[in-house]
């Protein structure tokens, strides 16, 4: 299966009919092997992003702000909050 209409598709009556054969500690295996396969997805993005220099101006626009000290401690934004 290769799209969202596909996956769908294979769940005949949909989400109702999903939970009534499902048990729950069935659906949230399936919950948390989904979300294992997003993180991994937006890893490897992070990862070609680093390589093919997409994220340059952002680091170097960073590192500008931390020479020129404008920037705050962690603790003291999340203290903040």
């Known amino acids: 299966m290769s799209s969202l209409a596909q996956i ?3 769940i005949p009556y949909g989400i109702a009919s999903l939970h ?3 048990p729950e500690a ?3 295996k399936l919950l948390e092997w989904f979300q294992a396969y ?3 997805t937006w890893d ?3 990862e070609a ?3 093919s220099g997409h ?3 952002l680091l170097q626009r960073a590192e ?3 020479a020129a000290n404008r920037v705050k401690p962690i603790d003291e934004i999340l203290n903040n909050s």
């Open 8 to 10: 769908k598709t294979a």
């Open 20 to 22: 009534a054969q499902l």
């Open 26 to 28: 069935e659906a949230r």
């Open 38 to 40: 997003l993180d991994e």
């Open 44 to 46: 490897r993005q992070i």
């Open 49 to 51: 992003d680093v390589k």
């Open 55 to 57: 994220l340059n101006s």
């Open 64 to 66: 500008a702000d931390i």
